[in-house]
């Protein structure tokens, strides 16, 4: 079985300062990996993936994530914070084997100006 | 873009109640799931349906079920709702592959009374 931690459920930052939120996975098999965006009263949108290939996943909104699996995280960055990106950002895993998506509990980005 | 839709956006329902929340997607997608969302808790699965008239349970199947007759949609019924089941439900679908992204509905905010 699969599982997600998110570190910090909270995350404050300036408008123009990098953005980190921390993703740590566990999984006996290779995993596949997500991270989603939530923003208020939307259902969950899709920021990019790891499946296999390229370590280093660029998606959507200029946000990008590192897969290292001797660290076993997949954490995201954008390096400039703009108020729009103020949402809940999922991280979640799954396998080849297994149709199961496990979520981490989420992590809240508040976005000062 | 694929179009996941929850028939309703907010429902308020009394302790006791058959409830059902319907879940439409118009891309053909084989696979379809349930969740709940809780705050902390991230999305947890209550069941999954591979392909018509197929399902399967989730991490949270309890005092639900489900029904699939046709390929677009996904219903999810609460049999005797009960105030613990008070929450955000998000329906998904997604192809077939676990390396599939899923994508989500607007949620139906659920209150049992």
């Known amino acids: 079985a699969q599982s997600v931690t998110q570190l910090g459920s909270h995350v404050s930052v300036s408008e123009g300062a990098l953005v980190l939120l921390r993703c740590n996975y566990s999984?006996?098999?290779?995993?596949?990996l997500f991270w989603y965006v939530q923003y208020p009263n939307q259902g969950l949108q899709l920021l990019l993936k790891?499946?296999?290939?390229?370590?280093l996943v660029k998606g959507i909104n200029g946000f990008e994530a590192e897969f290292k699996k001797s660290e076993t995280s997949f954490h995201l960055t954008k390096p400039s914070a703009h108020m729009s990106d103020a949402a809940e950002y999922f991280c979640?895993?799954?396998?080849?084997?297994?149709?199961?998506?496990?979520f981490g509990a989420g992590t809240t980005v508040t976005v000062r100006a | 873009d694929v179009k996941v839709t929850q028939s309703s956006r907010y429902l308020v329902k009394r302790t006791g109640e058959k409830v059902f929340l319907e879940c439409v997607q118009d891309?053909?997608?084989?696979?379809m799931f349930w969740y709940r969302q809780d705050p902390g808790l991230g999305l947890r699965l209550i069941y999954f349906?591979?392909?018509?008239?197929?399902?399967e349970k989730g991490d949270i199947p309890e005092g639900y079920s489900v029904s699939r007759e046709k390929k677009e949609r996904f219903s999810l019924i609460l049999e005797s709702a009960s105030t613990n089941q008070t929450s955000m439900y998000l329906c998904?679908?997604?192809?077939?592959?676990?390396?599939?992204?899923?994508?989500f509905g607007d949620g139906t905010r659920l209150s049992i009374l």
């Open positions: 998904a679908s997604s192809q077939q592959g676990s390396s599939q992204p899923q994508h």
């Open positions: 999984s006996s098999v290779p995993p596949y």
């Open positions: 790891y499946t296999t290939g390229a370590t």
């Open positions: 979640a895993v799954t396998s080849s084997n297994d149709y199961k998506l496990s």
């Open positions: 891309m053909d997608h084989e696979n």
């Open positions: 349906s591979y392909d018509v008239k197929m399902k």
